[in-house]
């Protein structure tokens, strides 16, 4: 069971961890042990609530393809537990991602203050370039 919230767990049976050979540097044992860790999850087919399901649909991840499957590679450790945890920590964060809501922006305007401090750094910067000229007579 992978547990994302409270109330919220993913069964293990709706995750499909398999292990592969790690790409990169490694030497000889990068070509014998099977040390990364491929997660795949299906978001229809899971038994996450709806909100989860649209909201996690919606988002634009490289990691979810356009059947809605979640596809982590994790080769980070040397240790094929330790990148089957962080597999499993990395799909329970893109889940949390989801869920949180961004805080709309409104548009503010500049202070009375700030406006006038802007344009007199202007005016003193453009009195200083001024003086850079040639000397005359």
Known sequence: MLIIS?????????????????QGAGGQN????????????DIHASSLPEFYKARLLQLSDNRISKEGIIIIKAQQYRTQEKNREDALERLKALILSAVI????RRATRPTRN???????????RGNIKSLRGRVTD
Do not use: C
């Open 6 to 22: 409270g109330p919220l767990a993913i069964a293990d049976d709706e995750i499909e961890l398999s292990a592969i050979r790690a």
């Open 30 to 41: 990068v070509n014998k042990v099977s040390s990364a860790i491929h997660l795949r999850f």
């Open 101 to 104: 809501v961004q805080k709309a």
């Open 114 to 124: 700030s406006q006038k401090k802007r344009v007199d750094s202007k005016t003193r």
